[in-house]
């Protein structure tokens, strides 16, 4: 279990920060880190994707508050990539 302790103190490191995590079986989570504990991370992903909206609307936009954005458990014995940064988001 050596690499659930390596992604464990990578999560920890880049808590808050967008990361973009596939799974050993393939499935992509992409979002914000809130939280991590001993088996899991915990991903906020937002409704609007990530990278800027795209419509151009005049009167300007107003998110929800962020409690309406999902938090999703990943877990960390799960993870078989781990990508770190905004130009993934875009």
Partial sequence: MEHVQRYYDMCCRYKGKYVRITDVSGVE????????DRQYVYLEQDNKGFGGFGYG???GYYPPPRYYYPVVPVALAA???FFLGAAFFL
């Fill in 79 to 81: 993870i078989g990539g």
């Fill in 57 to 59: 609307y005049y009167g």
């Fill in 29 to 36: 989570y992409r979002g914000r880190i809130v939280n991590v």
